[in-house]
């Protein structure tokens, strides 16, 4: 009897191989077993795909169906498989010709009516097809737009299994069904948070901007109400686009965290901001199945924000320290590894202690002098050691709230303009190395003789490295610091104000 | 008689009719029928056949349409593994050295007004 074969893709993390599914026909009692390590979701696909095809006109063969996923030693997941599967039955049984279902990556999930549903982890799955030199794909209607982002490959959107068999050369007539889409986005990025919104507070503002210039990791500690939240939530608007490699990146674990992607890329860098009582799991990710991304694979390519840090589990903390170091996590299991990208800025806020008035001025801090210390301490010293800008916000007052009404202030959009400048002259200087950004070059580099700063200019560093104030992995965080400064500033190289300032956003909080 | 029964009736018919067409057909391609809904404690074979040595054990399952799936469809894999115990009940009693045995299914669809089709699978425990 009748043998037939197509493919689809399985995803480990944000990589997808190739799977080729065979069906064959055997003269026994009606049934379809489905082989090559099917989890749950997937096993399930044999009723889905039995009742599509009768509701689409073109009913299963009545007589044994085995379905093989090749490789059978790799885990597959999810009902993305659906489509590949009943083409695959349809064509071993001569309604579809093989040939047409044989050249052509088949992603998706059946309704039991026989239309598509759009399956999360379009984009990842068909840049995987792409990848492995596939030309034809063939999608749910509902993900058709998220697929055709991907360059290179022709995408077929279908509405239902009948639809996808008469592209395939089945004589039956075409049938007008409503599309099944996904659920329309869920939060448009909020571009209504404005740098014009903070009140006071302006070291912590030009502290954001070097933060963005030159993607540093930043440490904020006030007092409640001070405004670090309100910071922090500024920070992606302070971000350039994102670029090509980096908004396809993004838009692949947004699809493959099943959050829906619309018709175009994502262009504007992610905030992520998970409560503290967030599990390491959900931090770097991870599940039992299907290995999914954590909130700081989400973050990638943009920031990561914190609040209220000394709160979150140390390990917790300590796990984000492989992804600072590297920028990528990779999540062990004992039959797979998946790594995910995490290249995020990671943005703290802290009080200073439980009760959070503590050197807050207007208010006695009511904790004693164990807890201050025990409060902060949560925040593990290596941890602490990778964030270049340590900075102490403070309450706004009275007087600066009358000041700040005359002054002007600063609008996102000249920020962004500013960081956007700053960040080219650093490409600019960087060409030729590994580097992109300040937060990202060696020590050595900095301290080479073309790049070395005049003893006049470090002369405040240098006293403060004498008298152990800061250490020398510190002195050359604040030396990039200076650099970020600098560009910002517009200046070619950092002098003494730069190198002063600098020294002030590290030494915002003693350490 | 009440309505319900006359249902069953008409039922235990098409399954009689369905079992005597199988039976014809078998004979027609070569099969000697053995025995006849045989009964033990456990339940009933439909048919028993030989041919070349082999014992073949049949369930028949008989359908007035396909409205409700495939005659076969109704097989489940209880009733297979039933029929493979009375299988060896028979054996037991009647043929204690049987060479080669085997179990079949045969779907009858008699389609009211239309010549009855037997569809034949064989081996399927």
Known sequence: MGLARTHSVALIGLAGSLVEVEADISSQLPGMRLIGLPDAALAEAAERVRA??????????????????SPAALRKHGSGFDL??????????????????GAVVHIGELALDGRLRPTPGML????????LGHRTVMVPAGNADEAALVPGIRVVGVASLRDALIW???????????????PAEDDPADESLDLLDVVGNDE????????????HHLFMLGPPGAGKTMLAARLPGLLPDLGPAASLEVSSLRSLSGRPVGRSLITRPPLESPHHTITAAAMVGGGSGQIRPGAAARASHGVLFLDEAPEFAGAVLDALRQPLESGRIS???????????????????????????YGAGDQECTCPPNARRRYLARISGPLLDRIDIQLTVTRVTAAQLRISADAGRLSSAVARHRVLAARETAAERLAGTPWTLNSQVSGPWLRSTERRLGAPVTAMLDRALERGGITMRGYDRILRVAWSVADLAGVARPGPDEVGQALYLRKGMAS | MLVAEVLVARKDDLGRRGEDCAAEYLARAGYTVVERNWRCGQGEIDLIVAKDGDIVFVEVKTRSGTGYGHPFEAITVAKLARLRRLAG????????RARHIRIDAIAVIARPGQPPVVEHLEGVF
Not at chain 1, 168 to 182: I, M, N, Y
């Open chain 1, 204 to 215: 912590a503002i030009l502290a954001l901007q070097v933060a963005a210039a030159g993607g």
């Open chain 1, 331 to 357: 999540i062990h299991r004992a039959n797979a590894i998946a790594h995910f990208p995490a290249r995020f800025q990671l943005v703290l806020a802290a009080n200073p202690c439980p009760c959070g008035q």
């Open chain 1, 84 to 101: 590949a599967i009943a083409v695959a039955c349809l064509a071993a049984d001569g309604v579809v010709p093989a040939a047409s279902v």
């Open chain 1, 168 to 182: 395939h050369g089945a004589r039956l007539d075409p049938q007008e069904v409503e599309v099944l889409c996904a």
């Open chain 1, 52 to 69: 599509a095809a009768k509701n689409s006109g073109c009913a299963l063969n009545g007589h044994r169906l085995t379905v093989n996923l």
């Open chain 1, 124 to 131: 990842p799955a068909v840049i995987a097809a792409a990848r």
């Open chain 2, 89 to 96: 009940a028979w054996c037991a009693q009647f043929e204690p």
